[in-house]
């Protein structure tokens, strides 16, 4: 009864701290997006619905050595290693210690040795002992928890990391060629602009133009070396951007060159994202994962803090010889054996253990917080990405109609000159009118594969009409003793 009274007062003692209430994850989201063809779906490795194989071995490239992946594998490693540590305190520590020692007692001390005694003695001991906190309130287990949600947290850090990576690669790569497609217009138009002014030359010096058409012709050849030469400069700092992203050694860097596969309007253009797509898809993305498991951590930790305010049993025992001769270690009566059972409770700690949880609690706000921050700024980039997506599809066309009617009135302006209906000036402007529209379609086309690459980032990946989304997940914990 005494002991039953006991255990009831430490317990209502106990029961003094009371634990906040674990906070969930209920994002308010649309039932879906507004726009899309309901045909669509796209593969897992988005980068494949390009249908360019020079952009998926820059991509798997990248994947095996670009070092913020091999930094963000690291990471994940230490995380792993923390949750073993963390499992390892549920179970008994068990440890084996051998002694052998030899001393020398004085004979003329306050308390003399018999005559037939000697002042010398050996030791030796074997000793094997076990210690074993149970864990009857859940702290190891919830510290397992936590350490296990701190693990996938650090998993989806990395797929962070590999979703910006990807989305960087696929820009740099659109930019490349994007560039080249300009350098190829450039040298185009510079070979008819060297063509013109030969010509102009010629009838310069045969009196038949003058001398402001032949210097007019020469200033636009100039002006078409210049962008030339421009693009070459961005050229190379894109390859060298790549290069880094891939992972490169320096030597690499400076030899070699960006493959290309197929030009820029050879690239397939996605479709468009299927009508009816839900919205939360959102929740797959890896950042949000993230923060959601950033915020199961933080409640077991509450949980793990809350656990020291009931009483700790603790068993130990040892089992081993003893004996003053080595010959006699192993005989049985040299055997000896210990048993203890030890409870405690902590009956003042000045406060600590109620700061620790509401510590804990606080961290448990500021991962709700930024699990919100999160949904909201995914949100926002989906939203944007849509956007940008339809409005630079319908750009694009837009340019396609605008560089063909140009170039009708780029031929009929040069015949109109020809036949000496107008002057060269006319004929020059259509011209110069057609390139800039020309370098606009390549910028539009440009824009359309940026856009659909943020898009894919945007939603973490491709989207796929299969099986719904699960919702949020919440903490997993392990049964009760």
Known sequence: MRKTLLLLTLLALAGCVTLPPMKQIKPDLPAAWPEGNPQATIAADWWTAYNDPALDKLMAEALAHNRDLKSAAARIEEARTNLGLADADRF?????GADAGRSRVSSRGSMPL??????????????????????LWGRYREAKAAARADLLATEHARQVIHSSLTGAIAQGYFA?????????????????????????????????????????????????????AQFGQQVRRQELALAVLLGREPRAIMQETITRGARLGDLTLPPAVPAGLPSDLLLRRPDLRQ??????????????????IYPN??????????SKA?????????????????????????????AAIKAADARQELALIAYEQTLQVAFKEVLDALVTHRQTRETGAAEARRVDAL????????LRYRNGVSNYLEALDARRNLFQAEQGGIEARHAQLAASADLFKALGGGWELAPPLEAPLQPQREAQP
């Open 291 to 308: 923060a959601e498991q950033k915020l199961f951590s933080a409640q077991a930790r509450i949980r793990e803090a809350g656990a020291a």
């Open 176 to 228: 490349l060629a994007a560039l080249d497609a300009e350098t190829r217009l450039a040298q185009d138009t510079l070979a008819n602009r060297r063509e013109a002014v030969a010509l102009h030359r010629l009838r310069f010096e045969g009196g038949v133009a003058s001398e402001l058409t032949l210097r007019q012709a020469e200033a636009e050849q100039a002006s078409v070396e210049i962008s030339l």
């Open 313 to 322: 049993l603790s068993l130990t025992a040892n089992l081993g010889t003893e």
């Open 326 to 354: 080595l010959s006699d270690l192993f005989s049985g009566p040299a055997g000896i054996w210990g048993l203890t059972a030890g409870l405690s409770q902590t009956l003042f700690n000045a406060g600590r253990t109620k």
């Open 407 to 414: 170039k009708h009135a780029a031929e009929l302006a040069d």
């Open 114 to 135: 018999p005559a037939t005694a000697s002042p010398t003695n050996n030791h030796y001991k074997l000793n094997l002992q076990a210690a074993w906190e149970v864990d």
């Open 92 to 96: 008994p520590e068990v440890q084996i």
